[in-house]
Every structure is written in structure tokens, then in C-alpha cells.
């Protein structure tokens, strides 16, 4: 397997989104390897551990998830990962002696949630110290119930995020962040005013609009719609609109309830 050559400063300073791939196959005692670690390494609510990982490498079940996410990496990567928030174990093994169920209910999912993200990260962190490629797919959230359903998730169990993970085939420069003293506040939250904001991000708004505005058929498609910067981009109807996060929160909520995160909900 190799040591784990990068200090973690380093490692987290060269981080980037890997989209394309090569066709060297990630082992799998190498992954099984980094998933205890990233389990040894993280936190979780009461050492309850409410997460699980499914892996994938069948080609057929990766075509079906790509066609979920609608991201050609799926097929183009070596094995994909979707990390769940998981009370089914927990309270299984609650049921096996006769104890209370208290977990079933929607603190018990946003407390899965936490487990799961903080697992996710150390995961990454594992395998992008083996060199291998990783990205997040943001679309998990969308695309909830057609995963859990091809996954065979139990009651109690939802995906959270997935990783697509293989050894890279493109080098893709990092991108920006805010400066630092965007995201921290002394003592108390700082709410920053217009001109803070201005300073902000305005080193994103340029950089960010370029870097969109250098693809040929976005552009096209930008400057057909009027748009004329970054904020208007990222909640264009292209990008993020509205109804679409109004539809998938919905759609998220229904889920909760019918794989019984509900208890003492109301209508």
C-alpha cells in the first residue's frame, strides 16, 4: 500500500475534486484499509457509529448510479462509495436486548448525518494520502430515494454524500476559497456589512466568473440568459434554482418518514 507521504497540512493545502480517471483498479484491502482508519480517526455520537459504507464496483450498478447522479465519473472511476447515515444496526442490536428505541426520530438522522460527513472527510483524507483521486457528489442529496432503493437500504438508513474514487488522470488547478476571516467569528458571530461582503468576495467573483466563462457552451448558454456575474450564475435556472431545492426538500422530508425517521413528528 505504501506509506502516507504528505503531512496533513500539505495534504489538505493540495486537495482538489478529481473528475477523470485512469484504468488502474483501487484494491480493495487498500480501501478496507483507509475505511478503518477513517473510522479509528473520527468521532461519532456516542461511539453509536450510525454510518455505513457501500461499495461498488459492479460495472451494471455503477452505470445505474451514474444515471442517477447523471456524471459520466461514475462508470470512468474505479469504485464508488456511498456513505450512509445508519440507525438499522444500532437499533437492531437495541431490539436484540429488549432496549428502548430512541433513535428513530429526526435528531437520531441529523446526529447520523454529522457521523456519516465526518467519516466521509476522513476517508478522503485517507485515500488522497495514497495518492488516489476523490470527489464528492453533491447530487446524492437529490437523488436520495433511487439510491437507497438500488442499495437496498434498510429502515433507518439513507445516503448522505458518495465519493467517486480511482487514481487520477488530470491535474486540475485548486480552487479558491474566501479569504480566512470570512468563516471566523470571535466570541460571537461578526454579520459582516455590504462593504465586508464586497471585500469578501471579490476575489471569487472574478476568478469564478472566468473560470465559467471559459467553457465555450456555458458561456453561450450564460450570456443567452442575461447573466451578467457569479451570484446571478449560481442561482440561475441552470445552476441552482430555487424549485428544484424546494422540490428535493420535499422530497427528503418524505423519505425521512417513510424509513421511519419520524417518531413524535407531526404533521
Same mark, same amino acid.
Given at each position: 500500500?505504501? +506509506?502516507?507521504?504528505?503531512?496533513?497540512?500539505?495534504?489538505?493545502?493540495?486537495?482538489?475534486?478529481?473528475?477523470?480517471?485512469?484504468?488502474?483498479?483501487?484494491?480493495?484491502?487498500?480501501?478496507?484499509?483507509?475505511?478503518? &482508519?477513517?473510522?479509528?480517526?473520527?468521532?461519532?455520537?456516542?461511539?453509536?457509529?450510525?454510518?455505513?459504507?457501500?461499495?461498488?464496483?459492479?460495472?451494471?450498478?455503477?452505470?445505474?448510479? $451514474?444515471?442517477?447522479?447523471?456524471?459520466?465519473?461514475?462508470?470512468?472511476?474505479?469504485?464508488?462509495?456511498?456513505?450512509?447515515?445508519?440507525?438499522? !444496526?444500532?437499533?437492531?442490536?437495541?431490539?436484540?436486548?429488549?432496549?428502548?428505541?430512541?433513535?428513530?426520530?429526526?435528531?437520531?438522522?441529523?446526529?447520523?448525518?454529522?457521523?456519516?460527513?465526518?467519516?466521509?472527510?476522513?476517508? =478522503?483524507?485517507?485515500?488522497?494520502?495514497?495518492?488516489?483521486?476523490?470527489?464528492?457528489?453533491?447530487?446524492?442529496?437529490? =437523488?436520495?430515494?433511487? *439510491?437507497?432503493?438500488?442499495?437496498?437500504?434498510?429502515?433507518?438508513?439513507? +445516503? =448522505?454524500?458518495?465519493?467517486?474514487?480511482?487514481?487520477?488522470?488530470?491535474? +486540475? +488547478?485548486? !480552487?479558491? $476559497?474566501?479569504?480566512?476571516?470570512?468563516?471566523?467569528?470571535?466570541? =460571537?458571530?461578526?454579520?459582516?456589512?455590504?462593504?465586508?461582503?464586497?471585500?469578501?468576495?471579490?476575489?471569487? &467573483?472574478?476568478?469564478?466568473?472566468?473560470?465559467?466563462?471559459?467553457?465555450?457552451?456555458? !458561456?453561450?448558454?450564460?450570456?443567452?440568459?442575461?447573466?451578467?456575474?457569479?451570484?446571478?450564475?449560481?442561482?440561475?435556472?441552470?445552476?441552482?434554482?430555487?424549485?428544484?431545492?424546494?422540490?428535493?426538500?420535499?422530497? *427528503?422530508?418524505?423519505?425521512? !418518514? &417513510?424509513?421511519?425517521?419520524?417518531?413524535?413528528?407531526?404533521?
Amino acid at each position: 500500500m505504501g +506509506p502516507l507521504q504528505p503531512a496533513l497540512s500539505e495534504l489538505l493545502l493540495s486537495h482538489r475534486s478529481i473528475r477523470k480517471y485512469t484504468d488502474r483498479e483501487v484494491p480493495q484491502d487498500l480501501l478496507e484499509r483507509a475505511i478503518e &482508519e477513517a473510522v479509528a480517526g473520527g468521532s461519532t455520537y456516542g461511539n453509536l457509529n450510525a454510518f455505513s459504507f457501500v461499495v461498488t464496483r459492479d460495472a451494471e450498478q455503477k452505470k445505474k448510479l $451514474r444515471g442517477f447522479h447523471n456524471q459520466s465519473m461514475l462508470t470512468d472511476c474505479s469504485v464508488v462509495v456511498t456513505i450512509c447515515a445508519d440507525w438499522f !444496526r444500532t437499533r437492531e442490536w437495541l431490539k436484540s436486548h429488549s432496549a428502548k428505541d430512541n433513535f428513530d426520530n429526526f435528531l437520531g438522522y441529523h446526529v447520523a448525518v454529522v457521523d456519516a460527513v465526518i467519516m466521509a472527510q476522513n476517508l =478522503v483524507l485517507g485515500l488522497e494520502s495514497r495518492g488516489l483521486g476523490v470527489c464528492y457528489l453533491g447530487t446524492t442529496l437529490e =437523488v436520495m430515494k433511487q *439510491i437507497s432503493d438500488l442499495l437496498e437500504l434498510p429502515e433507518t438508513c439513507l +445516503p =448522505v454524500t458518495t465519493l467517486v474514487i480511482g487514481y487520477p488522470a488530470e491535474n +486540475p +488547478p485548486k !480552487r479558491d $476559497r474566501l479569504p480566512t476571516k470570512a468563516y471566523i467569528h470571535n466570541e =460571537v458571530y461578526h454579520k459582516p456589512d455590504p462593504q465586508e461582503i464586497a471585500e469578501m468576495y471579490a476575489s471569487r &467573483e472574478v476568478s469564478g466568473w472566468n473560470r465559467y466563462m471559459g467553457q465555450p457552451e456555458l !458561456r453561450a448558454k450564460i450570456e443567452k440568459n442575461g447573466i451578467k456575474g457569479l451570484a446571478e450564475y449560481y442561482t440561475s435556472d441552470f445552476k441552482y434554482p430555487e424549485q428544484d431545492f424546494l422540490k428535493f426538500g420535499k422530497d *427528503i422530508w418524505k423519505l425521512l !418518514r &417513510e424509513k421511519s425517521f419520524n417518531a413524535g413528528a407531526s404533521d
